[in-house]
Structure formats: C-alpha cells, structure tokens
C-alpha cells in the first residue's frame, strides 16, 4: 500500500504541472479526431515512449473544454503503487479536482490489474482516457477485459506535417520560396527523425540513446525476464543498424549464439510490441505466404543511427523508405486498410501494397534518387510487374525531389517528391 500522503502530493504536483500547460500551443495532430470523448468507450492511445501520447491526450481535453483529473503512472513514487492503491487515488482526485466526468490516465499499464479500475469507472459512466507504451499489454488486456469498450488509437512519432507545423514551415504556399522552405525542413526531419523533443533538444544522439535504453530494460526486458540480455540488445541495435531488413531468424540465432530460432522470434516480437520497430508481411494471397520473411523498420529513422555507437552508414534511401511506410500506417491503419510489400518468383519487388480486405487499393515504391537511368526503370518495372499481378492501377514512386507522370504500358505512374506527398491532405 502506497501512503494516502504521498498520493496526495503526487496527484497535487501533476495537476500543478498540468496547469502550466494552459498557455503553451501544442501541436495539432490529426491523430486527435480519432479520439471520441462522447464515447462510453475507453479511449486507449498506445505507441513508443516519448512520441506525445500525453499531449494528444491532453489537446484532445482541452478543445473539447471538459473538466478532467489527471494522473500519471510514470513516477517513480508511484512505483509500488497496487490495485488495491488505485481507489484511493481516484478518492484523492476529487478532492483535488472535485466533481469530474473525465479521467486522463497516463502510462497506466505500470499497474498490475489496472483493467478492473477502468472497467469499474466506466460501468458508472466516466469517460476514460488511458495511454500506454507497451503493444501488447495494452491490446491483449483490453482485448480479454474491456471487450467491445475500448476505442484504440496508434501514435507515432511526428509526421512530415507536424513537424512543418512547430517549425513553422508554410505547408501550402505555392512560391518559389515556400517550397525552398520545405525541402529545407524536409532534408533535416530525414536526417533528425520525429520525436518531439528533438526539435528543442542539443544532444539528439544521447536523447535517443537514453530513449532506446529506457524501453529495452523497463518495458521489455523486465516485463518479460529476459535471460539473455546482451543478446537481446545486439539484436536490436542489429537490426536497427540495418533496417529495413527481412527476419531471417536462424541466420540471427547463429550469429547471436542463440539456441532457438523461436527465441530471436520472441526478441523481434518484444520488439514490436514496445513499438520500436514495426513489421511489414509480404503480400500474397495465400496466408501461409503472408506470415513468412518479414520485414522490419525502426519506428523512426532517428533510431537507425541517432544511438551512440550506432556505426550505421547513413543511408538516405532506407531513411526515406522508413518515412514512406510509417506515413502509410499514420493514413491507413485508422480506416482498417492493410500494408505489404510485393516480391514475386521473378524477382521484380514493389516496397508497399495498400490494401482493403483482398483487394489492392495503391502500390507504392520508394527511392530517393532516380536520376541514374538504370535505377530509375528497375523502380518502373517493380511498379509494374505488381499492378499486373494485383490489378491494380494506383501506382506512385515518392522519391526526393522529382515530379512527373508517366504513361508506361497502358499505366499511368506519379511520380511525387517525399516533401509534397507527406503534406499531401
């Protein structure tokens, strides 16, 4: 049991720090629609620490001008906090905030049982807002105890479009200037990587170093007692290093000195789940297919060689090939539209297959300079040769800085600088 007190003092700082946001002007994320606080569901934000779940949470709260409580579980003095603790805390709430139909619940997954809490509070109607850092503690417990009451949100990192927006970058000028400007911004967030907090902090290489460190040993490595754990770590900043890569799991065993292949599975898996990286299937309309070779991408570039002793080449290709595909989650996830990547036994490949249920709605492929003729077609006819297969005719390549259309075997194909499609509404 955590002491009554010291509840009160927790509660009472975060409420004081809460109001010092009243006059600060927070980005607007497109994520914040997502939210229904009129809903009699839980509304659950999850997505990798630092990414601004908190802030959205609180926008979301704000424009809607409720009253709320807040806590967060992400103190060090609420460590020990136990179930049996959380009916105290909402006590102590209102005494702080009195009456309130709202409830902000930040990084609650820190408390064991802490389901039964919500599910209870929304059995009396209060509207729940929750965020967490862990995938699958998060989805596996609402998916058993809140069932059919949650609505779930994905939050990553900033996207092309929030970071114009804090950096003041004009989005839609259409001079000379205007543009200038947002390649200019354009060129720093592939380099930088979209975490909110390095657009103010100095040293980016120890912030995410500290980041990475922090979600390995919290949020995977005690949670799920990892035994061997220097493994675990030089299979991350493996495959970090390298992304975007396909998991071949006994070639990663064998080089790890790891017993099992269904061990590296279980690191890569943790790995998703804490939402450093995400992975991507291949298509196919066989589903024995679809769950063989996957591919796996850092959540943000700045995490391919923004670590301390990264040794990562910088390459801009894969950097804009990571950008294309978070994007791609940000616009289709929310609307229940699926992502692949296309390889067939002719060895033509296309980076990503939008689709609906069994049908392909866009295809996309990546590069970041296709100025060199032989790159150029080896991406027209990747293009191609999966329009043929999934009949689809929807087809970009996002690339730097070129723009045309071009008409190729009947097919119409745009071509799109990375700056102008990532604005793209």
Known sequence: MVDKRLIEQVLTEQRQELQALGDVDFCTRREE????????????????RRSGKSTLCYNALKSKNVDFAYVNFDDERFEDLQTSDLNTVLEVLYKIYGDFKYLFLDEIQNVEGWHLFVNRLLRQRMHIVVTGSNAKLLSGELATHLTGRNNQIELFPFSFADWCYCKGVDMNLLTTKAEAARRAAFDEYLRQGGFPELLWEKYSTRYVGKLVNAILKR???????????????QLTNHLMNVA???VVANSLARMLDLKSNHTVDNYVGFLKEAYLMV??????????QRVRAEKVYP??????????DAFAAENLGWRLETIVFVELLRRNRPIDR???????????????????????????QVSYDISNEKSRQRELRGLLAASAETHCDNLYLITDFQREDVALKDKQIHIVPAYEWLLDK
């Not at 007692?225 to 675990?232: D, G, P, R």
């Not at 067939?344 to 689709?355: K, L, R, W």
């Open 219 to 233: 949020d995977i490595e005690q949670r799920h007692k990892i035994k061997y754990t220097e493994a675990f770590e």
């Open 338 to 364: 699926d992502i692949y990547y296309f390889a067939n036994a002719s060895g033509y490949e296309a980076d990503f297959v939008v689709c609906r249920g069994n049908r392909v709605e866009e295809i996309y």
């Open 33 to 48: 629609d997502e939210i229904n606080l009129d809903s009699r569901l839980a509304q659950v934000v999850i997505g990798v």
């Open 279 to 288: 992975g991507l299937k291949k298509f196919s309309t066989k589903s024995s």
């Open 299 to 308: 959540i943000d570039v700045a995490l391919m060689d923004g670590r301390q």
């Open 244 to 246: 975007p890569v396909t």
